[in-house]
């Protein structure tokens, strides 16, 4: 496995609350992104990353932010958690931000009740 | 209409079949394509990475892709209970950078 590890791996949490998850690298990929998956739509791009401090939108952005204050971890968080965000969240790294592929770790299931 | 469309399955097989796995898409300017396998409860790994048309093989697997048809194709020879997973098509466009546009997955179930 690629050196990615996603924390908390299974979080429930009450709709309105703010949470946070958690994404660390330890192959110094300068590419850092954020998906979800959900039955049905396949896995679907939140944010990512280019570089510390520079982040940029997906196409599923709406009620989610990000942080990059090292190369190494970027973070993801929901600001007042909703239902429609119980998902499977993907943090994945890249070399570059062409043709290399992207590596997954093993997620975060959230449940939002 | 999704621009990745992937039949969801679940597609079993007899143990030693060959696996035939396939996604159509919508957007011409497509011309990265890969599968990835996901395990239960794993994230999705990468198989197979071809650039636009053609056929790729590797070892039991071969890709391949149809841009006049907008079809893409996964081949699985021999196939084994390890084989067991979903596979996720994906492509993106050239100028796309790396956001990869995925499809639902397909659901295969090799039986011994």
């Known amino acids: 496995d690629a050196g990615i590890t996603q924390s908390p791996r299974h979080k429930v949490t009450e709709t309105g609350t703010p949470v946070t998850l958690r994404c660390h690298q330890t192959?110094?990929?300068?590419?850092m992104y954020w998906y979800r998956q959900d039955p049905g739509h396949g896995l679907r791009l939140i944010h990512y990353?280019?570089?510390?401090?520079?982040?940029d939108k997906g196409e599923v952005s709406d009620g989610y932010s990000v942080s990059r204050s090292k190369t190494e971890d970027f973070l993801l968080t929901l600001e007042s958690a909703t239902s429609s965000q119980t998902s499977v969240y993907f943090c994945?790294?890249?070399?570059?931000?062409?043709?290399?592929?992207?590596?997954f770790g093993n997620g975060t299931r959230l449940t939002v009740t | 209409q999704k621009e990745v469309e992937q039949d969801p399955g679940p597609l079993s097989v007899p143990e030693g079949a060959i696996v035939s796995l396939n996604c159509t898409y919508s957007?011409?300017?497509?011309?990265?394509f890969m599968w990835y396998r996901q395990y239960s409860r794993k994230g999705p790994e990468l198989l197979m990475y071809?650039?636009?048309?053609g056929n790729k093989e590797d070892g039991r697997f071969t890709a391949q892709v149809d841009k006049s048809s907008k079809y893409i194709s996964l081949f699985i020879r021999d196939s084994q209970p390890s084989d067991s997973a979903t596979y996720l098509c994906?492509?993106?466009?050239?100028?796309?950078?790396?956001?990869?546009?995925f499809g639902g997955g397909t659901r295969v179930l090799v039986k011994p």
């Open positions: 994945a790294i890249s070399e570059s931000g062409d043709v290399s592929p992207l590596h």
């Open positions: 192959e110094n990929h300068r590419y």
């Open positions: 990353s280019y570089g510390v401090k520079d982040t």
């Open positions: 957007n011409s300017a497509f011309q990265y």
């Open positions: 071809t650039y636009s048309s």
């Open positions: 994906a492509m993106r466009e050239t100028a796309a950078g790396n956001k990869l546009t």
